[in-house]
Every structure is written in structure tokens, then in C-alpha cells.
Nanobody, 111 residues
Framework: QVQLVESGGGLVQAGGSLRLSCAAPGIIFSVMNWYRQAPGKQREWVATITPDGVTNYADSVKGRFTISKDNAKNTLYLQMNSLKPEDTADYYC???????WGQGTQVTVSS
């Protein structure tokens, strides 16, 4: 079973930035995703990147978040700018090819 490990979460003020990382062996072949789950809410999709680098974003984060990857480092990233309190959630990476989730990293945005 492939193991995905997220990092980079933390506490940030509104308007600030964070970069999340997901260590994920073999991502070169996978459609990789970021999801998030806010307290008391369902998990929601945030962004996707395909093996050839095509990206797609939820409307709520479009223009503020950027998904990217480094195949050589087997690492997926989520650059989050202009953060808002409503971005507060646990963030998860997901490998759609292998159906694998990371353990999540917590992001808290204070107003």
C-alpha cells in the first residue's frame, strides 16, 4: 500500500500564505489531488494535477491556490496565497490511480 505523507500545515493570519507538501512515491504516473475537510463539513475537492501537468481547481480557490509537483522528488505541492478563514481545514493529498490518501495536515487561518 502506497504511503502519502503531507506536511506544511500551520496557523496563519488571513491574507497570508502556506505551502503544503505531499511525499508520494510514483506520482509521475498518477492523477494527484488535494482535498480538504473543515470541522463539521464533508471532505471537498480542492485541486487536481494530471501526469502531464494539466491542472484544475475548485472555484473557491481558483486564482489563490496553485497545485504543482516535482516528479524527481516524488512530491506534490499546494501553494496557498491570500488565505481566508474559510480555508481552515484539514488538507489531504489523494492518489486517484492507487486510491491512496495521506493522513492530512491541518491549516488554520485566523481573521
Amino acid at each position: 500500500q502506497v504511503q502519502l505523507v503531507e506536511s506544511g500545515g500551520g496557523l496563519v493570519q488571513a491574507g497570508g500564505s502556506l505551502r503544503l507538501s505531499c511525499a508520494a512515491p510514483g506520482i509521475i504516473f498518477s492523477v494527484m489531488n488535494w482535498y480538504r475537510q473543515a470541522p463539521g463539513k464533508q471532505r471537498e475537492w480542492v485541486a487536481t494535477i494530471t501526469p502531464d501537468g494539466v491542472t484544475n481547481y475548485a472555484d473557491s480557490v481558483k486564482g489563490r491556490f496553485t497545485i504543482s509537483k516535482d516528479n524527481a522528488k516524488n512530491t506534490l505541492y499546494l501553494q496557498m496565497n491570500s488565505l481566508k478563514p474559510e480555508d481552515t481545514a484539514d488538507y489531504y493529498c489523494y492518489d486517484a490511480r492507487r486510491g491512496a490518501w495521506g493522513q492530512g495536515t491541518q491549516v488554520t487561518v485566523s481573521s
